[in-house]
T-cell receptor, first 114, second 115 residues
């Protein structure tokens, strides 16, 4: 049972434009959400996170939006750069139980076209 | 500071064999988690060890086991390998457990192929 879903396996965007990656979740207990970036033959690298008490978190070109009522998370990258081309995973965790293990989506491959 | 290291990076085994994978966390990190990545299922949590004790376990059969040593290094073992165990096995370390999130840092993974 996939509790975190990324319904778009791939996304292509022109350099300089906005990339929007989406993620949906089903477990209302999730209280911490993250985005990871992954290159081939490397482990995922943490990008940005958001606690469930917030609806937006920004870090440079990256902004994560959380809509708890819709159980929806999105990552905005503005402006997109060719170096952003990678697979992006969203992940969620139930921190309040102390578990901290991450539930991952299946990933979206972003290609930024120069 | 050195990152999370995993050995070996690549492994080929045959069905029915067993395999042991190793993970050295970032210095000072006491928690080690293991994840399995497959094309169909994505990244799935296997288990987490903290202070040599398994404190959380995902939904995997008992053929998957692990342990953690006093220096926080961890090993995971898969017995009686099946073709479906072919995957990238990722280890992640974090500073501690507890009720506030602390970031997990991932290693490069061990690519296991079962023939």
């Amino acid at each position: 049972d996939q509790q975190v879903k990324q319904n778009s396996p791939s996304l292509s965007v022109q350099e300089g434009r906005i990339s929007i990656l989406n993620c949906d979740y089903t477990n209302s207990m999730f209280d911490y959400f993250l985005w990871y970036k992954k290159y081939p033959a490397e482990g995922p690298t943490f990008l940005i996170s958001i606690s469930s008490i917030k609806d937006k978190n920004e870090d440079g070109r990256f902004t994560v939006f959380l809509n708890k009522s819709a159980k929806h998370l999105s990552l905005h990258i503005v402006p997109s750069q060719p170096g952003d081309s990678a697979v992006y995973f969203c992940a969620a965790s139930v921190v309040q139980t102390g578990a901290n293990n991450l539930f991952f989506g299946t990933g979206t491959r972003l290609t930024v076209i120069p | 500071k050195a990152g999370v290291t995993q050995t070996p990076r690549y492994l080929i085994k045959t069905r029915g064999q067993q395999v042991t994978l190793s993970c050295s966390p970032i210095s000072g990190h006491r928690s080690v988690s293991w994840y399995q990545q497959t094309p169909g299922q994505g990244l799935q949590f296997l288990f987490e060890y903290f202070s040599e004790t398994q404190r959380n376990k995902g939904n995997f059969p008992g053929r998957f086991s692990g342990r953690q040593f006093s220096n926080s290094r961890s090993e995971m073992n898969v017995s009686t390998l099946e073709l479906g165990d072919s995957a990238l096995y990722l280890c992640a370390s974090r500073l501690t457990g507890g009720f506030s999130y602390n970031e997990q840092f991932f290693g490069p993974g061990t690519r296991l192929t079962v023939l």
